[in-house]
């Protein structure tokens, strides 16, 4: 069983629906029905770290958290 630190958030509140995080990993995020991103893996292995650390400095708004 793999222990993480990581725990993906992204705050509706100020997410613009560009869909960087999407493209970028497809695997953890995925636009919703609101046209806004939406986490599909909460809890991600480390593995996903670096990819994380992109999403959120290419999210214009600094909607997601890790």
């Known amino acids: 069983m793999s222990h993480t ?4 958030k992204i705050e ?4 613009q629906g560009t869909g960087y995080c ?4 497809p695997e953890i995020f995925t636009m919703g029905n ?10 991600p ?7 994380l650390e992109e999403a ?5 708004t600094r909607a997601i958290t890790y």
């Open 5 to 8: 630190n990581l725990h993906v």
């Open 12 to 15: 509706k509140l100020i997410c």
């Open 22 to 25: 999407v493209r970028l990993e």
């Open 34 to 43: 609101d046209g806004l991103g939406e986490v599909l893996i909460e809890r």
């Open 45 to 51: 292995d480390e593995s996903y770290e670096e990819t």
């Open 56 to 60: 959120a400095t290419l999210c214009p």
